[in-house]
């Protein structure tokens, strides 16, 4: 089945440090893809999206390239700083069918905590 | 976008008992789902929350244990029956304004069975 493969937390940085956040995925067509972030105590936002390959979605400095040779989403932004601590979420979304609501699937979301 | 309040925030219950979490959203939605999120885990979909009829259920999850209502096109609950510690989770509603729109989270609702 579909499925979001993200790297392991917690990511500890100092602030202006550079963040990669890898995510691959498996899917048997051609999913939407998303970088969710939850900061503590609320719940998910959308950071950014890209519905197909070469599509690079970006938001509030972080980027993130659909890369459909390598199956791959990876998030990054060039100087974190501490309001950036949280946890990011990396999901896939296939297209609607006449089976499907076009279901999100998660991957296991990295934390990420930016010291000072 | 879309706003959507969920009530109550968290809540600490006995095991054995009920909780019923609202879920409201400022304008019409085409689609509700509930998330659970358990601690330290990723966000796992139970149902999608269907207007007027019977929610969808994912594999693993039962009407009996996590019953829903959805009334109208702003209104969902979720009640997690019979609850025991296994139950201790972030319960998150999320909805779509369309069929290729983004979905939008609600605070989500701590839950702790005791």
């Known amino acids: 089945g579909d499925s979001v493969t993200q790297m392991e937390g917690p990511v500890t940085l100092s602030e202006e440090a550079f963040l990669t956040i890898n995510c691959t995925y498996t899917?048997?067509?051609?999913?939407?893809l998303f970088w969710y972030v939850q900061y503590p105590g609320e719940g998910l936002q959308l950071l950014l999206k890209?519905?197909?390959?070469?599509d690079k979605g970006s938001n509030k400095g972080f980027e993130a390239t659909y890369r459909k040779e390598t199956t791959s989403f990876h998030l990054e932004k060039g100087s974190v700083q501490v309001s950036d601590s949280a946890v990011y979420f990396c999901?896939?979304?296939?297209?609607?069918?006449?089976?499907?609501?076009?279901?999100?699937?998660f991957g296991a979301g990295t934390q990420v905590v930016v010291t000072p | 976008s879309a706003v959507i309040s969920q009530k109550p925030s968290r809540d600490i219950c006995q095991r054995g008992t009920s909780l019923t979490i609202q879920c409201q959203v400022d304008?019409?939605?085409?689609?509700m789902f509930w998330y659970r999120q358990q601690p330290g885990q990723s966000l796992t979909l139970i149902a999608t929350?269907?207007?007027?009829?019977?929610?969808?259920?994912e594999s693993g999850f039962v009407i009996d244990k996590f019953p829903i209502s959805r009334p109208n096109l702003t209104f969902s609950t979720l009640t997690v029956s019979n609850m025991s510690p296994e139950d201790s989770s972030i319960y998150l509603c999320?909805?779509?304004?369309?069929?290729?729109?983004?979905?939008?989270f609600g605070q989500g609702t701590r839950l702790t069975v005791v």
């Open positions: 929350a269907n207007q007027g009829s019977e929610a969808t259920y």
């Open positions: 999901a896939l979304r296939m297209p609607l069918t006449t089976d499907s609501w076009g279901k999100l699937q």
């Open positions: 890209a519905t197909k390959a070469d």
């Open positions: 304008s019409q939605v085409t689609m």
């Open positions: 999320s909805v779509r304004t369309g069929l290729n729109t983004e979905a939008f």
């Open positions: 899917a048997t067509g051609y999913p939407s």
